[in-house]
């Protein structure tokens, strides 16, 4: 059974969820810092958060970037008990929806290097080259709508 999706704006009630799927997977999982995780943009960022009944299992966020219609995606984490079964390509598939319907007409992200073939499949394309984010390879990548 896929994951059930809902959007919610800033970082209030029910964002517990999304803090709770980031913390295991770059926090704990990937040895991201606790500190960089949770930042100022939060509060400024639509956050989907996909859960299977009561139990969060991905989430993302989006917020506008200054090129006008386009936004950002990003901390974008699937528990690794929930990968490849179609769950994180079903919840980008509702990023772009809700970008397009909040105006958008095209996304970026910086994508771990070695994850860069799931944006692929999302029909993601490379724009740039890799750069450090905490050390770990990154690409920026990007979605026209």
Not at 1 to 6: R, V, Y
Not at 7 to 16: A, L, R, S, T, V
Not at 102 to 121: E, P, R
Request: hydrophobic share 40%; aromatic share 10%; with cysteine.
């Amino acid at each position: 059974l896929m994951a059930e999706f809902t959007w919610m704006c800033g970082d209030g009630p029910g964002f517990e969820n999304a803090r709770a799927v980031r913390r295991r997977v770059f926090v704990e999982e990937q040895g991201f810092s606790l500190e960089g995780e949770f930042d100022q943009q939060d509060k400024a960022s639509w956050h989907i958060i996909g859960f299977d009944g009561e139990q969060p299992v991905c989430t993302a966020r989006v917020f506008p970037e200054k090129e006008p219609g386009v936004w950002h995606a990003g901390r974008i984490a699937v528990l690794s008990t929930r990968r490849g079964r179609g769950e994180g390509l079903a919840m980008m598939e509702e990023v772009a929806k809700k970008v397009r319907a909040l105006g958008g007409n095209a996304l970026v992200l910086s994508a771990q290097h070695d994850k860069a073939g799931f944006y692929q499949k999302a029909g993601y394309a490379l724009t740039g080259e890799t750069m450090l984010d905490e050390g770990y390879p990154h690409v920026w990548m990007r979605l026209d709508l």
